[in-house]
């Protein structure tokens, strides 16, 4: 029977978690998917643990060295053959009613390109937080995705073949034939680039499922050189939505680029960095002072976090985190159920 889903993970360098991604989709409620795992050139036991997994649903394509997320989920677009694309990250991973769900969704809306869900946060080893990203599901525009980005991880959205196929391209790098869906040159940022092409330039809609189905893992506390990269191919994505969308980007890009320096500022205080944070969301109110208007309680939040963190020792700064993430995550729960979401897919 052909897969309906077909479910894309590259694998570099995640033998830590990998098997519990995988696990995570051969659970899945709904069963008629393939699994496509892209070895994008890992140089740890990855691949050896893919290997001892046998379920007739998976299937393994070789890279011979490391070209990027982009670069991945290009091949394994490639070989796909089901009607919905499903893109897991190797180190998230799914609740069981994920895929069950999304083909609910898309099927129910034939409008939706793109379908998506809440995500739940999870510490690096695994532990769920309870704690949620709660982006807007309904009526979103380009602006609001440039602004925004609603899908919120590289693990939470299911799309159209259809909607992939109106905005494939061939790379003129290569000499043979070769049909690129994201941006190969993007090692960052390559998502919302490739969602931004979809809503700016066809008619797919995007709609989210209120239900936190993707479990994403946060990160290792890091340094600041990775957010100034971020920040740099951030940067290039609105160089290159410059050249086709002109209208939205001369209208929404500043407000984008103080929103997108509000996101960098939290990862800089989810990884302890006080003093970039600060930076960073004081840029934000620099550029455009609008968004402590429109989005006043995230705003206030962020740039109250950035100064406790830089003012405080540690370990109160914990504390105060800690408070703060139980009564937010206690609040988001009672707005997923409002929204009808049943308790076991939030406890």
Not at 315 to 338: C, D, P, T, W
């Amino acid at each position: 029977m052909t897969p309906r889903v077909s479910v894309i993970m590259p694998i570099y360098n995640v033998q830590h978690f990998v098997k519990s991604a995988i696990n995570s989709v051969l659970m899945q409620s709904f069963t008629n998917f393939e699994l496509i795992l892209v070895n994008d050139g890992s140089t740890d036991k990855s691949v050896d643990i893919c290997h001892s997994i046998h379920d007739h649903r998976i299937r393994i394509v070789n890279h011979t060295e490391n070209k990027g997320l982009s670069a991945a989920r290009n091949t394994g677009i490639r070989h796909a053959i089901g009607k919905y694309i499903a893109f897991l990250n190797a180190d998230d991973m799914w609740h069981s009613d994920k895929l069950k769900m999304h083909v609910k969704h898309l099927s129910q809306s034939p409008k939706v390109g793109i379908s998506f869900s809440r995500s739940s946060f999870m510490s690096h080893k695994g532990r769920l937080i309870h704690f949620y990203q709660m982006p807007q599901l309904t009526g979103i525009t380009a602006a609001h995705l440039l602004c925004r980005n609603p899908v919120g991880n590289g693990s939470a959205a299911v799309i159209r073949r259809e909607a992939l196929n109106d905005i494939r391209f061939q790379a003129l790098n290569h000499s043979e034939n070769y049909t690129c869906y994201f941006d190969e040159r993007f090692r960052q940022s390559e998502d919302i680039e490739c969602w931004l092409r979809i809503m700016a330039t066809t008619e797919w809609k995007m709609e989210g499922i209120p239900a936190p189905l993707t479990f994403y893992r946060l990160s290792q506390r890091g340094v600041s050189s990775n957010i100034m990269k971020q920040l740099a191919s951030w940067e290039m994505m609105i160089d290159k939505a410059k050249q086709f969308a002109p209208k939205l980007l001369k209208r929404h890009e500043q407000d984008a680029r103080a929103y997108q320096h509000r996101y960098l500022a939290r990862q800089a205080i989810r990884n302890g960095q006080g003093k970039n944070a600060i930076k960073l969301i004081n840029s934000a109110l620099r550029i455009s002072p609008s968004i402590l208007l429109n989005e006043t309680s995230r705003t206030c939040v962020t740039l109250t976090a950035a100064y406790l963190l830089w003012l405080l020792p540690s370990a109160l700064y914990k504390i105060f985190e800690n408070i703060g993430q139980y009564f937010m995550g206690h609040v988001q729960k009672v707005r997923i159920s409002k929204d009808g979401v049943k308790s076991s897919l939030i406890s």
